[in-house]
Every structure is written in C-alpha cells, then in structure tokens.
C-alpha cells in the first residue's frame, strides 16, 4: 500500500517537471523563432532604402519604449534598481549598442545568412575573454574553438563570388561586443533579477544608439511604409518580445537552452534568408556553416568534469569560472 502511495506521488511529482520542461522547451524555441528574424527584418529595411543608423536607432528605442510601457503596467516591481546596478546595467547596454551599430552597418554589406552565421561565432568570443581572465579551458572547448576557425574559413570562401571583407569584419566585431556585453552583465549583476537588467541594458543601448546616429550628421530622410513595418517589426519580434520568452525559457529550462538557442536561430535566419530574401550560400559555405553548427551542438556535450562555460553564464554562476 504504502508502495503505491509512493509510486503515486512520485509519478505526480514527475508529471509537473515534464510539464515544465516541456513548457520551457517549446518557449525556448519560440524565442529563437524571434530572434532568428533580425537579420531577416534588417536586410527588408534596407531594401526600403532605412540607412543602417536610422534602422538600429529606431528599432531600439522603440523597443525600450516597449518594454518600459509593459514593466510600468505589468511588472512595476522589476523597475526598483540600486545606482550601482544602473551603473552597472548601463555599461552592458552601451556595450550591446556598440555592437548593434557595428551589426547593422555590416548587414548591409553581406548577405542576411553569411551575417548570422559570422555573428553566431559570439560564444567562442566568450570562450576567448573568459580565458584571458583565467577560467580553465576543457579540451572540448578547445575543440569546438578549432571546428569554428574552420567554418569561418569555410564561410568567407565564396568559391569565385566577392567578399566584402568590411562587411565579414564588422559582423564578427559586432559578435565580439555581444560577447563581451554578456560576460560584464554576468560578472558586475549576477545578483540582479533578469527582467530588470534587461529593462535598463536595452534603455542603455537606445541612448547609445540615438546619440551615435544624432552625431552622424546624417540628414532625416522620410521612410516609407514598408521600411517602417520593418523597423516595427524588428523592434518588437526580435528586440522586445524574444527577450520576453528568453526570461520564461530561463527560469523553465535553465543552461540546456544554451545549445537550442544558437542552433535554432541559426536555422531559423538561413531558412529565412533562403525563403524570403532568395539568398544562396556555395557548397562550401553550407558546409562551413554545418561546421559551425556542430560546434554550438557540442555546447551540451561537455562532461560534469569540464562544465560548460556557456551554461555557467546563462544561470548566472559565473562564480564558478575558475
């Protein structure tokens, strides 16, 4: 009797972790489907003649104000934050929106998925800053930095076409800044809720944007309908709504979402940029970005013994980087 009371309350225990976990797989994967979407939503602004400023400085500060119309309504308890925490939320957000004005300048010179698949590269950047600061590198980190330097090689052979070299390197700069917003928000505001941090980084990173473009110099032009359904569109799928769900993804599914958020975006922005922008990448390139993916693959191959370091940023313990 007691035995089957066991069973019974075990297989009721079990029944909400599957839930949850199948909760946070399936948010998780929706959040990817959004952000798989900027490079997408990028190259239709520009095919509406949005200069690359204009279109970063838009997207984001509609984005904040988004955001700060939704925390005001629905989470005003997130909005509390102490001035060294601002500090501390500012300098990631100015950091993002360095490499969002990098990110958008190069997307205009190279094709939508060459760009995703050279940003995706952000996590070896990761690797590289969490190394020169000390934290052990695992032979399978060391592996999958190898299996990278080769898609990369793979990725910018065009097998005849031109390259725009330029364009290749503000792509993976912008990655490079990505990484080292992510690693600075983890090191100074581990203790900070998510939802907040986000709140004032993304604020941060629309004031940085805004002043890069008022200083520019460059003259508003009008935008047409369509280059303003893409700018909506980018700032409220990818921008806002997909960092909405990565806060849900979190807290259901913790550091496994490593691995499924760099593979599905990835998927997601080729299949896209193949559907709807009509692009091709060479056999060469398709195999190099294969290569790359594998490497993201490999996040979730790490043994107990060599701990990922990606897992250890997205819960926060960074603690454990020694």
């Known amino acids: 009797m007691t035995t089957a009371a066991n069973t019974a309350q075990s297989s009721q225990e079990v029944k909400p972790r599957w839930s949850e ?21 990028g190259k239709l602004a520009y095919r509406a003649y949005v200069p690359p400023l204009t279109l970063a400085a838009t997207r984001t500060v509609i984005a904040a104000g988004a955001l700060w119309a939704l925390y005001l309504v629905f989470w005003r308890r997130y909005i509390t934050i102490s001035w060294r925490d601002l500090a501390g939320a500012a300098s990631m957000g100015a950091i993002n929106g360095i490499g969002s004005l990098l990110y958008y300048i190069g997307l205009e010179r190279v094709d939508a998925s060459l760009a995703q698949l050279l940003y995706a590269l952000y996590p070896i950047w990761v690797f590289i800053f969490l190394s020169a600061a000390g934290h052990r590198v ?11 330097l080769v898609g990369v090689c793979l990725l910018t052979y065009g097998g005849g076409a031109v390259i725009d070299w330029l364009g290749v390197m503000l792509m993976i700069t912008a990655g490079a800044a990505y990484a080292w917003h992510l690693v600075v928000g983890q090191w100074t505001l581990v203790d900070v809720d998510s939802r907040t941090v986000t709140l004032y980084a993304l604020t941060a990173m629309a004031v940085t944007v805004a002043i890069a473009r008022l200083l520019s110099g460059q ?6 309908s369509q280059g303003w359904t893409a700018i909506l569109l980018l700032s409220l799928i990818p921008t806002a709504l997909a960092r909405l769900l990565v806060f849900t993804g979190l807290r259901l599914l913790g550091g496994v979402q490593a691995s499924l958020l760099g593979v599905a975006e990835l998927l997601v922005s080729l299949l ?29 191959r790490e043994s107990v013994q060599e701990v990922s370091w990606d897992e250890l940023l997205r819960q926060g313990r960074w603690r454990e980087l020694e």
């Open 21 to 41: 976990r199948a909760g946070g797989v399936t948010i998780t994967l929706l959040a990817t489907f959004c952000f798989g979407w900027a490079p997408i939503f």
């Open 272 to 300: 896209m940029a193949f559907l709807i922008l009509n692009e091709r990448l060479t056999a060469i390139q398709w195999l190099g970005g294969g290569i790359m993916v594998l490497s993201v693959v490999l996040i979730g």
């Open 219 to 224: 003259s508003w032009e009008p935008i047409s």
């Open 138 to 148: 695992s032979k399978m980190a060391v592996l999958r930095l190898g299996l990278t």
